[in-house]
């Protein structure tokens, strides 16, 4: 098939949806042996691109790219998924094509780089991975991070009050506050 012409198939949308109830919640890692290293400006601009995406009213998302150095997963860039492709953010979904991402992957192995966590808002408090989020992973790679930032990004933007979730081996898992102070570092 022509490049030109490939369909334009999607990766079903990201969703936040109705709050998951308590027996759906994600389970903590029983142990970790990775660390997440964010750079402290690369994060605060994160979060405030976020949050200005966000606009109070839909959700935004991005992804971090760097290296895996032994244990640690250093960030090194941002991809915002706007800037991917016209990612349809609503108030509780969000939408990044097949193309976007396929580009992305090609242009990260020009540069060297792996995808190290998604980041995206959530309208309210609620911070779990939807079934939805849990589906539609960027990276199966055990290891991936993924963050969820509440009230899209506008009320508060300490990590352990996000939802800092690892793709493990069985699935993903939530990190407990203790978790994220020993694993997640925004390096100054």
């Known amino acids: 098939m022509d490049e030109n012409k490939k369909p334009d198939c999607c990766v079903p949308e ?3 949806g109705a709050a998951e109830s308590a027996d759906t919640r994600l389970r903590a890692p029983t142990s970790l042996d990775t660390q997440l290293i964010i750079p402290g400006q690369l994060w605060e601009s994160t979060l405030t691109e976020l949050r200005e995406r966000s606009a109070s009213w839909r959700e ?3 992804i971090f790219c760097g290296r895996v150095i032994g244990i640690e997963w250093v960030v090194k860039e941002v991809r915002f998924h706007h800037y991917l492709c016209e990612d349809r953010g609503r108030p509780r979904s969000i939408r990044l094509t097949e193309a976007a991402k396929y580009q992305l992957y090609e242009e990260l ?3 060297g780089l792996r995808l190290i966590a ?3 808002t959530h309208p309210e408090d609620w911070v779990d991975l939807s079934w939805i989020d849990q589906q539609n992973q960027l990276c199966s790679r055990r290891g991936f991070w993924s963050i969820v930032v509440p009230w899209y990004g506008e009320r508060t933007w300490k990590i352990d009050q996000m ?4 793709r493990m081996s069985e699935g993903w898992g939530r990190l ?3 978790q994220v102070h020993r694993h997640v570092r925004i390096a100054e």
Do not use: D, N
Not at 163 to 166: E, Q, T, Y
């Open 109 to 111: 192995c020009r540069l």
């Open 176 to 178: 407990t506050t203790e």
């Open 118 to 120: 998604g980041i995206h």
């Open 14 to 16: 990201f969703s936040s």
């Open 60 to 62: 935004s998302a991005a």
């Open 163 to 166: 939802g800092i979730h690892i």
